[in-house]
Each structure stands twice: as C-alpha cells, then as structure tokens.
T-cell receptor, first 111, second 114 residues
Framework: DAKTTQPPSMDCAEGRAANLPCNHS???????VYWYRQIHSQGPQYIIH???NNETNEMASLIITEDRKSSTLILPHATLRDTAVYYC????????????FGGGTRLMVKP | ETGVTQTPRHLVMGMTNKKSLKCEQH?????MYWYKQSAKKPLELMFV???????ENNSVPSRFSPECPNSSHLFLHLHTLQPEDSALYLC?????????????FGQGTRLTVV
C-alpha cells in the first residue's frame, strides 16, 4: 500500500526555494512524516521529520498541514548539489527504521 | 561520509559464483539493515538485525543469506544468483530498531550478475 503520493519530478532554479509536496491522506495519529533524499549512485540521506508541528533544521523546513493530510519539504536556497530523488515516508513512532520507500520526486536544480 | 561503509563498491559475478557483501558501522548503533534497489524501482527492505538477531525477513530468496556477527558488522552472502538480482544493495544502521531515530545509509554495492 502506498501511504504517500509525490509528483514524479520537479524542476527548480538554482538559488530559488524548492517546495516539494507530499500527500498522505490516510496518515494516522501516531505516524510521523519523514523525508530522505538520494543523490545519484549514493545511499539515501535523512533530511528531516515531524509529527504535526512545522520543523526546521540546517538542511530544510517541513510544513505539515493542520489536518496532517499533506506536507511540503522546503529547501530555501536550492543548489545544484540538491539535485536528487526526494522521498516522503510515513511511519509509526515505534516502527523503527523499516522504512518503506515509494517512487519519490526527482528534483532537478537548474543553473 | 555517513559512518556506514560498504565493500566492495562494485561487484560483477557469475550465476555460479559465491560472493559476500560487507557493511561496517562505527556509530555505536544496534540495528542494521539490508535494502535492495533495482533499476526504476523503489528501495526494498530485505533484512533487519537488532543486536545481532534477525528481526525481519521480507520474503527474500534463500540465495541471499545475511550474517551479523556483531553489532558493527553485517554481511550478505550471495550464491547462485540470477541476472535479475543485479541491483544496488544498500546497508543502513540506526541506534535502535524500535525507536524514532534516523537511519544512516552506506554508499551501496552495485552488483551485476552475468
């Protein structure tokens, strides 16, 4: 079962904000939203996660809607090195890291 | 550099060969994982180990045999593979299996079965 829906691809101009959407309309109350990214030929890299409040770290911001049915990952100033596949994953707090990856969004940052 | 190291980075093997993939982490993590990423497909979880004990096996064929001798090392033994087993094999570790902590992935081993 796909718990999340993401657009297959997006473009973003270098230096601009990249806003990556994710739908998770069947999310339950104890499930968190996680974001990972995978740069070509490398392993996935953790970005950020949240439950219901917006979160920010040195890499990105995560905005979760009030009903928690969707979220947006924001890269405030995208660089060429941010070109990657971005995965939005929903999982329970105690599910550990048995992560279930979907197709993700392929973000292309262009000069 | 994530702290999770996989060797070799690339491997080409025949269908009758036996080879092993190695994963090592010095992050003090207790949980380790094997994932498979085939071309044009999402990552698939294969095996999960917690404190050297296997806790998850997602219907993986027996030609893939994991081994976790200690919490820092994880192996994937391969024998009589098929060409469709060609993929990127990724190892990951995390502090615990049942906790809300991030996973750290290695760079992967690109396996080609000929």
């Amino acid at each position: 079962d796909a718990k999340t829906t993401q657009p297959p691809s997006m473009d973003c101009a270098e230096g601009r904000a990249a806003n990556l959407p994710c739908n998770h309309s069947t999310i339950s109350g104890n499930e968190y939203v996680y974001w990972y990214r995978q740069i070509h030929s490398q392993g996935p890299q953790y970005i950020i996660h949240g439950l219901k409040n917006n979160e920010t770290n040195e890499m990105a911001s995560l905005i979760i809607t009030e009903d928690r049915k969707s979220s947006t990952l924001i890269l405030p100033h995208a660089t060429l090195r941010d070109t990657a596949v971005y995965y939005c994953i929903v999982r329970e707090y105690n599910a550990g890291n048995m992560l279930t990856f979907g197709g993700g969004t392929r973000l292309m940052v262009k000069p | 550099e994530t702290g999770v190291t996989q060797t070799p980075r690339h491997l080409v093997m025949g269908m009758t060969n036996k080879k092993s993939l190695k994963c090592e982490q010095h992050l003090g993590h207790n949980a380790m994982y094997w994932y498979k990423q085939s071309a044009k497909k999402p990552l698939e979880l294969m095996f999960v180990y917690s404190l050297e004990e296997r806790v998850e096996n997602n219907s993986v064929p027996s030609r893939f045999s994991p081994e976790c001798p200690n919490s820092s090392h994880l192996f994937l033994h391969l024998h009589t593979l098929q060409p469709e087993d060609s993929a990127l094999y990724l190892c990951a570790s995390s502090r615990q299996v049942g906790q809300n902590t991030e996973a750290f992935f290695g760079q992967g081993t690109r396996l080609t079965v000929v």
